[in-house]
């Protein structure tokens, strides 16, 4: 599904990524896990093309979406890839509903529809308690799968998460953790998570080691 060709980044006179290959399959949950600066959040950001590489190819589905226009670029990162970051970064003046609304409003689809499409999600996450509530009304835990839900909406291929669970509790870690398992299942997306945290890297289907910007381990 996802396919990354001889990626390389530099910044400045510093090379962070020094020729990646990697496949993503459809339906696969993947850990991406090294030492802080090894490389994995600019990786990260290169398959969400958030950024560019210097060199190489990323592909979805066989489309090389370097080849895209800036504005074609961004319809297909909206529809297509959701993101997760470590601090949720939800909008504060809006509710969780409004929250996760968002990006479905910016693809164009009907408030009526989102909203619709919204409260399900709500459901699935066991917060449709809380979708009056606006983010600082709401627990750290509560805050994630709110971000998680705003990742959902578009239903895209794949969710990438960056440090998803790196400022909740042992608790709420491992309610994060079982969620994304339970969202596979239910809805089929694939996962591409970097993490520090081993014990979320051990139940991925795979582990994905960075260390100085190369691949050492894959597995």
């Not at 699935?124 to 979708?131: A, D, N, P, S, T």
């Not at 998570?193 to 582990?207: G, M, N, Q, S, W």
Request: glycine share 10%.
């Amino acid at each position: 599904m996802i396919e990354l060709k001889g990626i390389t980044k530099s910044f400045g006179s510093l090379l962070v990524l020094k020729g990646i290959d990697l496949t993503i399959d459809k339906g696969e949950i993947v850990s991406i896990v090294g030492p802080s600066g090894a490389g994995k959040t600019t990786l990260l950001q290169i398959m969400g093309t958030l950024d560019k590489p210097e060199s190489g190819e990323v592909l979805f589905d066989g489309v090389n979406v370097e080849k895209m226009k800036e504005k074609e670029l961004s319809k297909f990162r909206n529809r297509n890839i959701g993101f997760v970051f470590q601090f949720h970064q939800l909008l504060p003046e809006f509710t969780a509903l409004e929250n996760i609304m968002m990006p479905a409003l910016i693809n164009g689809v009907s408030f009526k529809k989102a909203k619709e499409r919204a409260e399900e999600i709500l459901q699935i996450l066991g917060l449709e308690e809380r979708g009056a509530h606006k983010p600082a009304e709401l627990s750290g835990g509560e805050k994630q799968r709110v971000a998680v839900g705003r990742a959902l909406i578009n239903k895209p291929s794949v969710i990438l998460a960056d440090e998803p669970s790196g400022s909740l509790d042992t608790k709420n870690k491992e309610e994060l953790h079982q969620l994304f398992f339970d969202l596979r299942d239910k809805l089929g997306h694939s996962f591409v998570i970097v993490t520090h945290d081993e014990t979320l890297a051990k139940l991925t289907d795979r582990t994905i080691h960075i260390i100085d910007g190369k691949i050492s381990d894959c597995n």
